[in-house]
């Protein structure tokens, strides 16, 4: 029995001849070259009878949907399947007799489209875009900002928004490798900075938070002396004058002669008692600069009167006139607190305070210490300040090899919001000025991320 399938490819395959070619052909509506002249000739034809080609006009590039019509029709010539001619014979005819018969057959199909609708002034945005370079034109605007509604400040002007990157604009990376293969390179390559690099401008952007409604105060305190409250102090304000732009200030309200002044190289003699006295003729910030030493990093301190009778002297009311000025030019108030905690001064410094840091040794006596700080801000009226409390572990303190850290910070962790560990450094040990830059890396890492945890304590806005 011959082959099914090979009778059927012969017969596909069979040479059509040019009247059956040109029959087909003006069934089809095409010419030789095969080209549609149907199409070119009279187009797609709606139910209105208007005509639309395959090119669509340009004001439909943006708006598809909107030009088309409610409903049209569309002819497709779809070949028939292949159907075997029977004969006479019935079913047991012989399939050599079979033929395909390409009959062609053709579909109506009838497309609905509902007219979308346009928001008012649509019609006159689709107008003004179909107008040579309007698109670019306005996409150009809106990168740059040519046509902005509202008034564009100074600030706006950055070096991102304004500078194309390229091999000349781009900055040099920075990080050991990094840096070796684009000078290797000849400034071809620039893989980026390194993983530690970019943690460490992060770090910086999470400090450099900004503020709004004044100033944020923030009190360094605990009960007990020796345990680093002046070595914190200095740190925090270091860290957070060095990685932010605006001001910040550490104010020595020790009654009990405090050493922060001593912490940076003095360019005056004037302490807060100077800055009571002088009150009324501060009328700018050169004015009260002029009351303040300010170290490498920007910080500003201002000292606490060396006098012990003197010292003993400032009180509450002396610490909210120093406050008042402060708040007129800095962002953050750091205050290094004494030991008494029941002095009036703590009272008026609490009173100010968005958040607090507790600072701890790391001996017995000196965690119970600091624990017992909490526990007295809880019972007068102080709990929020303890929830977001920082407490600071300063690890050089004596005793601190004998005791498991461990459980300190397991204890603290379960009244505060977080712990930083201060490590051990020479230059803080020596209780002499210190430079920023000088100290151990390790140390610097944990006075940033002290910062970090504090900034990230305090209100964004005071209006909300």
């Known amino acids: ?176 490798w990094p840096e070796f293969i684009y000078a290797l390179s000849l400034h071809l390559v620039n893989l980026g900075d390194s993983a530690k690099v970019r943690a460490s401008k992060e770090m910086n952007e999470r400090i450099r938070r900004k503020f709004e409604g004044g100033t944020r105060f923030v009190p360094i305190l605990t009960r007990k002396g020796g345990v680093g409250k002046t070595t914190v102090t200095t740190l925090l304000g270091m860290a957070l004058a060095d990685a932010r732009d605006d001001r910040i200030i550490a104010i020595d309200a020790n009654p009990d002669r405090g050493t922060l002044s001593e912490r940076v190289s003095k360019q005056t003699r004037s302490t807060v008692r100077d800055v009571v006295s002088k009150a009324a003729s501060i009328g700018n910030f050169t004015d009260f600069s002029a009351l303040v030493s300010r170290d490498e990093t920007r910080l500003d301190i201002l000292a606490s009167d060396t006098d012990p009778l003197l010292s003993e002297a400032f009180d509450e009311n002396d610490y909210n006139v120093v406050a008042d000025l402060a708040a007129r030019y800095y962002s953050i108030a750091l205050t290094d607190c004494g030991t008494g905690i029941v002095h009036s001064v703590m009272r008026a410094t609490l009173q100010r305070a968005d958040s607090i840091v507790i600072v701890s040794g790391g001996s017995v006596d000196e965690a119970r210490l600091a624990s017992e700080t909490l526990t007295w801000l809880e019972a007068n009226g102080y709990g929020d300040l303890v929830r977001n409390a920082i407490v600071a572990l300063n690890t050089a303190t004596q005793g601190t090899n004998l005791v498991r850290l461990e459980e300190i910070e397991s204890h603290f962790r379960s009244r505060v919001r977080e712990i930083v560990r201060i490590p051990y450094d020479p230059q803080l040990a020596a209780g002499s000025v210190v430079s920023y830059k000088d100290l151990k890396p390790i140390t610097r890492l944990a006075a940033r991320t002290l910062a970090e945890l504090v900034v990230a304590g305090l209100p964004a806005d005071r209006s909300a």
């Open 1 to 176: 029995m011959p082959d099914k399938r090979t009778d059927d490819q012969s017969a596909l395959a069979r040479p059509v001849s040019a009247a059956a070619k040109r029959t087909r052909d003006e069934h089809r509506g095409t010419d030789d070259r095969g080209v549609d002249r149907r199409s070119d000739e009279s187009g797609i034809t709606d139910n209105n009878g208007d005509e639309y080609h395959s090119e669509l006009p340009p004001h439909t590039i943006d708006n598809l949907a909107a030009s088309l019509p409610e409903s049209f029709s569309v002819s497709i010539d779809v070949p028939a399947a292949p159907r075997r001619a029977v004969a006479q014979g019935g079913p047991s005819t012989s399939v050599e007799n079979a033929r395909v018969l390409p009959t062609p057959v053709t579909h109506t199909v009838e497309i609905n489209t509902p007219a979308p609708a346009r928001a008012a002034g649509a019609n006159s945005a689709i107008e003004s875009l179909s107008r040579p370079d309007a698109a670019a034109s306005v996409r150009r605007d809106r990168i740059r900002s040519e046509n902005s509604s509202a008034p564009e400040s100074a600030a706006m002007l950055t070096s991102d928004r304004l500078l194309t990157v390229n091999r000349k604009t781009r900055k040099a990376p920075q990080g050991v």
